[in-house]
């Protein structure tokens, strides 16, 4: 019984090592460009190709979004008004990094908070482009 065992194991190790492929699988593409198929064909459905040059507003939880993109340059803003104080609020991003205007003056930020401002205002224009980044 044993040697029955032992002699199925073997069988068993052998079948699942053997590498050569069935002929249905020769003919599958592989992962990779399957994966690639479908982003390539995200990025053409979404019109990837016009967002290198565009302006693209839209309104996102209470706030107004700007995204101006010019090649490799880019400006995103976030607009909104204080509900209490009626202060409009402008968030711009730029290559070169993120200023605050309070009612149209420039207002100094700590580096964390500029960190933290920059942060927001991009992953909601990231993921409003969303499949453009990938």
């Given amino acids: 019984m044993r ?18 492929a069935a002929p249905d699988q020769a003919q599958t593409p592989p992962i990779s460009d399957t994966a690639q198929y479908v982003l390539d064909q995200a990025l053409l459905r979404h019109g990837s190709a016009l967002i290198d040059t565009s302006r693209i507003a839209f309104d996102f939880r209470d706030r107004h979004y700007i995204a101006i993109r010019n090649g490799g340059r880019f400006q995103y803003e976030r607009i909104w008004t204080d509900t209490v104080t009626k202060a409009i609020t402008r968030d711009v991003l730029t290559n070169k990094g993120l200023t605050r205007e309070v009612n149209g003056r420039v207002t100094p930020l700590s580096a964390k908070d500029s960190s933290a401002y920059a942060n927001s205002v991009n992953s909601v ?7 453009y980044f990938l």
């Fill in 3 to 20: 040697i029955v065992l032992g002699l199925f194991f073997v069988l068993l190790i052998y079948a699942a090592c053997n590498q050569a």
């Fill in 125 to 131: 224009i990231y993921f409003a482009l969303l499949p």
